[in-house]
């Protein structure tokens, strides 16, 4: 089975993370946090960077390695490095996505999360938790 290795940053303003829905694909309409493929020699960071810079226009802080996922989906196995991070301006742009919504902890739950992706929101609520 083939792997692939991508980054994902899951946002965080106050006690909200950042949230994107695919526009296209095989899961289309599914929630994610944004991120993407890690290009050849590329460090997690590095790429993680890149990837939100491509896709929102912006620019992040990585705050902490939140987790690694290992998930088999059904024609490849995700690697994903997750990161917790924070916008370093506030300006956004959806450049490949087709909506994004900021959770709150009780609304985490309130959209249909890509399978790999849920696998975090227990550990991401907790982070939420912390910090009160």
């Not at 960077?49 to 902490?64: G, H, V």
């Amino acid at each position: 089975m083939k792997t692939i290795e991508v980054v994902a940053a899951i946002i965080r303003k106050d006690d909200k993370i950042f949230a994107t829905q695919r526009g296209y694909g095989e899961w289309k309409d599914w929630w994610e946090f944004p991120g993407g493929k890690m290009e050849e020699g590329e460090y997690p960071e590095e790429a993680l960077k890149r990837e939100i810079n491509e896709e929102l226009s912006t620019s992040i802080s990585i705050d902490k390695l939140l987790y690694t996922v290992d998930y088999d989906y059904p024609k490849f196995h995700l690697t994903m490095h997750c990161y917790m991070c924070s916008l370093l301006n506030d300006a956004l742009h959806l450049n490949e996505h087709e909506a994004a919504k900021w959770l709150s902890r009780e609304d985490i739950h309130s959209v249909k999360w890509l399978p790999a992706d849920d696998i975090l929101l227990p550990m991401i609520i907790n982070e939420l938790n912390k910090n009160e």
